[in-house]
């Protein structure tokens, strides 16, 4: 398991990567992960149907009580704001709790993308770091993540192009060094976002732009099958920058190799 500083010293020496080497070897790999890419979507959207179900209460209890309220416009002057509070608290809420079931989920897929990739033995676990003892870092990280893309929104909004991919690659980070704290997951992200800032970028919008168009030619219900493919590209970045300790094998991924 790589300790900060030698993660920092791998990525401060990382090679120069090449766009279409990276590409191809994510097409490669998507063939061998697509079905648990869908089974990880599905079981992310299944996980979040409570939370919807609890956001929407407020607006259904205050649909019973005033029905007309949101019926006749005219109406809406007697409509006290007060009530729309719990909403946006459960907003907050959900999407908090979302952040934290779909970082988890990423973090177990890559997980199993480095299983496959490597053609290591290992279990399919889709809920692998939304268990002890990872929940808790999981947590941590998600809000870390939310103060980072606040903040960035806060500063007029265009931050946010650029804390995307340190945000991004904190997950797969993450995924493959859970021991280190919070604080280094962060920074080992920020660290390797500048360095491969522009690549990452480039490689995260195409793959999502073809993956949504095959999506929508597969009659759009595709889109849930390919949608996996945009996650592939950030692990070929960890991959080739950092790599994988042999010592990884204690902590259940099996045999890897730098």
Not at 47 to 61: A, E, K, Q, R, T
Not at 108 to 136: N, Q
Not at 144 to 156: D, E, N, P, R, Y
Not at 163 to 174: A, G, K, Q, R, S
């Amino acid at each position: 398991m790589n300790t900060i500083n030698s993660l920092l010293e791998k990525i401060d020496k990382a090679k120069s990567l090449d766009f279409g080497t990276i590409f191809n070897q994510s097409i490669e790999l998507f063939k061998k992960v697509w079905v648990q890419g869908l089974v990880m979507l599905l079981l992310t959207m299944l996980l979040m149907v409570p939370f919807y179900l609890i956001m929407y209460l407020p607006m259904l209890g205050m649909g019973l009580i005033d029905p007309q309220s949101f019926q006749n416009m005219e109406n809406m002057g007697d409509f006290s704001p007060f009530l729309m509070i719990p909403f946006f608290i459960f907003v907050l809420v959900f999407s908090f709790f979302a952040m934290v079931i779909g970082f988890g989920m990423k973090a177990s897929f890559f997980r199993i993308c480095k299983l496959k990739d490597l053609e290591e033995m290992g279990a399919d676990d889709y809920f692998y770091y939304l268990k002890k003892p990872y929940l808790g870092k999981v947590v941590k990280l998600s809000l870390a993540t939310f103060g980072i893309t606040i903040l960035a929104m806060l500063l007029c909004v265009l931050p946010v192009f650029y804390v995307m991919i340190p945000v991004t690659l904190m997950n797969v980070i993450f995924a493959f060094n859970p021991d280190l704290s919070t604080s280094e997951i962060v920074k080992a992200g920020f660290r390797l976002g500048n360095k491969k800032w522009l690549l990452t970028f480039g490689l995260i919008f195409i793959s999502s732009l073809l993956a949504g168009i095959v999506g929508v030619l597969m009659c759009c219900i595709g889109i849930y099958v390919t949608s996996s493919f945009s996650y592939l590209p950030v692990y070929f970045i960890y991959k080739d920058s950092v790599g994988f300790d042999k010592k990884e094998d204690n902590q259940g991924y099996g045999m890897s190799y730098e």
